[in-house]
């Protein structure tokens, strides 16, 4: 048994990391106060300029492909949220609609523009991320095994980012400025804040980590774009209400989810799981997001002020 866990945990991990640097930049836009439902489909896009800038250039610039497709994931996502930005903050429209409409247009754009490129709807890639070991960690009893075996770089990226999202909210004067315009937005503008700018930095920062995200699944275990993201986009929104709100509970929220969609896809090679029909452990993590919502509803912790024009 123990064997099988060291062998699922790797890939756990590895589906947890797209939804926990998606969900943390759910955070930045609803702390801000932002509702930003369009995650799905930044991530999208973001996986969409990943794989067409490391298609272009993987035969030029070889390994410096990968980070630099990931640069230009999270740059395309962040002028994509502007869309949403725009909407949400100067036109006070309906944050819930101008999302929506970002998952919509982002889902056609993508596949239009992949088949325009490419002639299909698909564009693979020939380089990815390379499992490896840590030197020395790797060798830890229990933990080792874990944690630091068969990893990818981009994990220790998105982690690196989130301890970073952790110290920038919480001990942070313009972090802390940020949740206020949340939670009391006409309180900070008295003080003289620009609440319209934090905002727009907040949706923005959801762009640039939700495209991240959407890189990361095309290199790590996709290697091609195939115009959908599996709904985490989504998944990353219902660990933000799972982790109410906050860096440590979309921590565990976005791994909960990893590894439910792991044993779901590797049940049938694990005996003990072999007997319950695949179609249960399926739809697992999804029941269990619409039972945690129903159980959390009642004390929710989100911003005050989400959703609500400035």
């Known amino acids: 048994m123990w064997h099988i866990i060291t062998l699922v945990f790797p890939y756990a991990i590895a589906y947890t990391i797209p939804m926990l ?13 932002v ?3 369009g995650l799905e489909g930044l991530m999208l896009v973001g996986y969409f300029a990943c794989a067409l800038f490391i ?18 994931g999270m740059l395309a996502g962040a002028l994509f949220s502007l869309l949403h930005a725009f909407a949400s903050i100067n036109l006070r429209a309906d944050q819930t609609i101008s999302g929506t409409a970002i998952n919509m247009l982002a889902a056609a754009l993508t596949v239009y523009l992949a088949r325009v490129f490419s002639g299909s709807g698909n564009i693979r890639i020939m380089m990815g991320i390379v ?20 990893t990818y770089w981009s994990t220790w990226l998105v982690l690196a980012i989130w301890g970073a999202s952790w110290w920038f909210l919480y001990k942070t004067s313009f972090g802390l400025r940020l949740r206020a315009c949340g939670e009391h937005p006409s309180a900070v503008a008295s003080a003289g804040v620009n609440v319209r700018l934090m905002r727009y930095f907040g949706v923005v920062m959801s762009g640039a980590l939700a495209g991240l995200g959407g890189g990361a699944i095309l290199i790590t275990y996709s290697g091609e774009f195939n115009g959908s993201v599996a709904g985490l986009g989504f998944l990353s929104i219902a660990a933000l209400i799972f982790g109410q709100w906050k860096p440590l509970g979309i921590l565990g929220a976005t791994f909960f989810f990893g590894l439910a969609t792991t044993v779901a896809n590797v049940s049938q090679a694990i005996p003990q799981l072999a007997v319950i029909p695949p179609m249960y452990l399926k739809i697992f993590p999804y029941v269990v997001t619409l ?12 911003p005050r002020a989400s959703g609500i024009p400035f």
């Open 35 to 37: 509702t930003n439902l």
């Open 55 to 72: 298609r272009s250039f993987e035969s030029s610039f070889y390994a410096w492909a990968l980070p630099l497709g990931l640069l230009t």
């Open 131 to 150: 499992r490896s070991d840590v030197p020395v960690l790797s060798k830890i009893p229990v933990l080792g095994p874990l944690f630091f075996s068969q």
């Open 21 to 33: 640097v998606t969900a943390l930049g759910g955070l930045y836009s609803e702390r801000s106060g």
């Open 291 to 302: 039972i945690a919502l129903v159980v959390f509803s009642k004390r929710s912790a989100a």
